[in-house]
């Protein structure tokens, strides 16, 4: 590991930076953000195929 760029401390090159969150943690904002998304685009009319729900459509008169 090395320290990250912006973050150089030139007093203490061989020191790194300690990681407060857990990865795990990162990955699961992903999955809040999309939770979210979900929730909320169908109230300004999109909709979602049962077989592909991560696909958003919007439809307006004969327009998509």
């Known amino acids: 590991m ?11 090159p061989s020191h790194v930076c300690r990681l407060h969150k857990s990865l795990y943690g990162l990955k699961q904002v992903l999955r809040a953000w999309y939770t979210r998304l979900n929730d909320f685009l169908p109230s300004i009319d999109f909709y979602t195929f049962k077989i592909d729900t991560s696909l958003f459509i919007f439809s307006a008169g004969t327009d998509i």
Request: net charge positive; aromatic share 10%.
């Open 2 to 12: 090395k320290q990250p760029p912006g973050f150089v401390n030139s007093a203490l």
